[in-house]
C-alpha cells in the first residue's frame, strides 16, 4: 500500500512538473528571446562602428569583445553581453581558452553602478550572476551586474570564514548552492565557465544545467557560487535570484 502510493505520488509530481514545463515553454514562445542579441548586434556594435555611438548600450568595448547596456529592470542593474553570438551557460565557445573572460569584464565593469547613482557602492553590495539555460528568458548571454540581496549577504558574511578554494555546499534561498572562493588575480587569470567545467565533477557536459553568481567576501577574497538546476525542487538554476535590483542594501 505505501509503496502504491509513493508511486501515486511520484507520478503526481511529474504531472505537475509537466505541465509547469509546458506553461513555461508556452510563455517564451510569446517572448522575443533575441531581443538581446538585435539590441547588440543591429543597434549597439553597427552605431560604434559606423557612428562611434555605442546607443543605446552605455559601451561597445570592440578590443575585449563585449559590450554593457542599463537594464530596465531596477535603477542600477546592468547587463554585460558579448558581441558574438554566444547563446548561454550551454555554449561550449565558453570553455574555449579564446573566449573573452567575460566574468572577469563584469566585475571591472561594476562601476557602472556607481556612475549611475552619483556616489561611491561598497563592492559588498555588488554581485554579479547568469542563470542556467532554462532559468533565463534570452539566448544571448547575459551576465546582470547589480546588488546582492540583504539576506544574502548576511547568509554569506557567516559563511565565509569556512569557504576556501574547495568547492564547498550550502544553502541559500533554499537551494543547494557550490561555493568556492577567488582571489581577483585568479578570476582574471582563467574563466569561471572553464573553472567550473574543469572543477566540478560532470559539468563540462551539463554546462547548461548552471547558473553562476559572484560576490565579494568581508575579507575582500570572492565567492564564486554555482547552482545546478532541479526540477523536482522547482530548481531552474537562476542564479539571478541572489540578487536584489532594487538595491536595499544601499538604503
Not at 505505501?2 to 507520478?11: C, V
Amino acid at each position: 500500500m505505501q509503496a502504491r502510493r509513493r508511486s501515486l505520488t511520484l507520478l503526481i509530481i511529474a504531472f505537475i512538473l509537466l505541465i509547469a514545463g509546458l506553461i513555461a515553454g508556452a510563455v517564451q514562445l510569446h517572448k522575443n528571446a533575441d531581443a538581446l542579441w538585435q539590441i547588440v548586434s543591429e543597434k549597439c556594435v553597427p552605431d560604434m562602428t559606423q557612428r562611434g555611438n555605442p546607443a543605446p548600450c552605455q559601451q561597445v568595448n570592440l578590443a575585449q569583445g563585449y559590450v554593457t547596456l542599463k537594464d530596465l529592470n531596477g535603477p542600477l542593474q546592468y547587463l554585460l553581453m558579448p558581441i558574438a553570438k554566444i547563446t548561454g551557460m550551454e555554449s561550449p565557445i565558453l570553455l574555449e581558452p579564446t573566449t573573452p573572460n567575460l566574468f572577469a569584464a563584469a566585475w571591472q565593469q561594476r562601476r557602472l553602478l556607481a556612475q549611475k547613482r552619483g556616489a561611491p557602492v561598497d563592492d559588498r553590495v555588488l554581485s554579479l550572476a547568469i542563470n542556467a539555460q532554462y532559468g533565463r528568458t534570452q539566448n544571448q548571454l547575459h551576465i546582470h551586474i547589480s546588488c546582492l540581496r540583504p539576506d544574502v549577504r548576511q547568509q554569506l558574511d557567516t559563511l565565509a570564514p569556512k569557504l576556501n578554494a574547495q568547492w564547498q555546499t550550502a544553502t541559500l534561498l533554499r537551494h543547494r548552492w557550490l561555493i568556492r572562493t577567488l582571489s581577483t588575480v585568479e578570476l582574471a587569470q582563467q574563466s569561471v565557465f572553464i573553472r567550473l567545467a574543469e572543477e566540478v565533477p560532470h559539468a563540462r557536459g551539463e554546462m547548461g544545467k548552471y547558473g553562476l553568481a559572484l560576490a565579494q567576501l568581508p575579507d575582500g577574497r570572492l565567492a564564486l557560487l554555482a547552482l545546478e538546476r532541479n526540477w523536482l525542487k522547482l530548481n531552474r538554476g537562476s542564479a539571478e535570484e541572489l540578487q536584489d535590483h532594487q538595491c536595499r542594501l544601499l538604503e
